[in-house]
Structures are given as C-alpha cells and as structure tokens.
C-alpha cells in the first residue's frame, strides 16, 4: 500500500510519498538526494520519544548517521527563539547546502525547521517527515514555512519547497483522538473548499479512517495532497487560487491568537470552527443555502469534532476584537479583509468586500452563551 503524488513545479518538482512504515525505510527514500551520508533532523520531544528510534534506524540501514535536534512540543515553540535555536545548531554543526534537513514532526516542526532552512545559508535542502494527520495533508505540502509573531499566526516567513515528503501513515496510530480529528479538519476542508464528492466520501468513510482503517487513511490523505499539489503547482506564491486553501482559517487563526496559541485550541480545531464560522456567514449573505452549514456541523458532531466557538473552553474576547485580529491576517490587502467564502459544498471562491456588520453579528451571536 504504498503509493505517490508529484507536487509539479518545473525544477523544484518533488514527490510526496504516502505508505505505512515509512520511517523503517527512510534512509532508501532519501539516500539519492545526499552529497554525503549524513542528515541533520530537528524534532520535538514528543515525536524524539515515539518514533525517533524508528527513524534513526531506518537511516542506519543505509549507512546515514542522524544528528537529532529535540524541541519542547506545541505551537509555543513556533517562535523567534526556537528559530534562532534551531539555525544556530545547525552552524554549529557546519551544516552546508548540499546538506539535508529533516523536518521531523508536526505542522509546528515542519514549519519552524523549513523557514530555518530557507534562510540557513540563504537555502538548505531539507525534507518534511510530517507526524500528524495535519501536517501530512497540509502544512507538509507546498512550501509555506514560517513561525508566529505576537501580532499574528505565520506572519513571518517564506516560501520553501522540500525535497520530498514522506508521509507514514503507521504513525497516526500513536495520535491521541483530539490530535487526530485536529487534523481531520484540514482533510474535510478540501471537500469542503473544491470537491462535493470528496466530502460525500468522507461522510461515509471517515469514520472508518479514524478508527483505523489503514486503506482509508490512505486514500484520505492521498486524495487531499492530490487537491493541494494541483492548487500550489498552479499558484505557488498564492496569487490566486491558492487563497481557498485559506478556508476557516482567517476565523480560526483570530481564535488561536485569543486563546494564546495554547492547547485550549489546536490549529485543526479552529479550522473547523472557523469553516462553520465561513458557511454560516456564506448563508447569512444568502451565497449559499441554510442547508449547507447545517449539513457541514452534522458532519463535524458525527465525529465529535469542535464545530463551535462554544466548544472552546474559557473566556474569549469579543466580536470586535476578533475582527480586529482578522484584520492582521496575511490576506489582508489595502486595509480589506479578503474571506474565503462558500456558495455550497465544494464552491468555495475569494470574497473581498464582505459586510463586517454580518460578520460581527455571527461572531456574537456564536460568543453568547
């Protein structure tokens, strides 16, 4: 069960990989792109723990020795610290540019560890290992790296595509159920962003892929890497189309600022809020029907997924700073928020001059308790 999808970019083309066992095996999977026997892996703790030994070893197997960077877990790490961490042990370690680094974990990881190689050097080669469900259907693929500023999510970095991707389904099995359907998120967005029948097929399969049907997973995250390699091949830089990708996320990156990037939300989680959030407000404009954000929260609550702002435990601010944090978005052009917004399952389109008013009034309606 092994099979692969071409993220098509002229000269910085690169194949994601997607089997189980995938780690056992890595170092047949990178050994053509190494100038010497030697890979430079950055990490978290976590990850370190449960499968750092599985990856050193299928490393060996083809005679490359691992230097392994730990980092603490969470979405904290992703800042200008950690960075300037990360970059200076690889100086330390003489790292060139025909080297390779591994991204070895979950979006936090491939993120931080990417933007560390794009501007090590001024570009080191490096390849995602993504460990999540989320970070192997999105943050992996396309070539966003970056960290977090106190003024927003991802508001500091660059593009820089990896080498390869390696997506081992096996380690799913070691997510807790929230990690799982945190990430779950970003697979039902692609259905719910550009294709009705993914999202049919995920209603009657996702089930199954959460309590771990192997082929489904799979299929899941071939089909969603599919979705996004076709996106970034025709707009890397996210001129145009792109931006749909972007669906929940300029609600859910405000509500994981308001909650201080903690583990009171993960970033799945506010991208599923904030899909819900999108086609409440795609219906409230009359662009879609009353039918449709009913049929996506009936889907999230089958799985027992976080649908809404009311799922997300604390206090939070109110409408207006909400919107004032959306305003710090990176889709922000000329002072005006740019939303993604939906005209049914699967039509999803780039709405710029949308009603704040509208926006506000769901925002608190959703905040009462």
Known sequence: MRTTVRVDLAGRSYDIVIAPGLLGHAGAEVESLLKRPRVFVITDRTVAHNHGSTLESGLATAGIHAAFMELPPGEATKNWIHLQDVVEWLLVRKVERDDLVLAFGGGVIGDLAGFAA???????????????LLAQVDSSVGGKTGINSPQGKNLVGAFAQPSKVLADVSVLDTLGRRDYLAGYAEVVKYGLLGDAGFFTWLEQNAAAAARGDVEKRIEAVRRSCQMKAEIVAQDEREHGNR????LGHTFGHALEAATGYSNRL???????????LAFDISARLGLCSQEAP??????FARLGMRGDIAD???????ADTLVALMQQDKKVRDGTINFIMVRGIGEAFVASGIDLHVVRDVLTEALEP
């Open 266 to 276: 993960l970033h799945g989680e506010g991208v599923s809020i904030g899909c819900a």
């Open 243 to 246: 931006a749909l990708l972007n």
């Open 118 to 132: 794009a501007i090590l050097r001024r570009g080191v080669r490096f390849v995602q290992i993504p460990t999540t």
């Open 294 to 299: 009913r049929r996506v929260r009936a889907h």
């Open 312 to 318: 997300i435990p604390g206090d939070l601010p109110a």
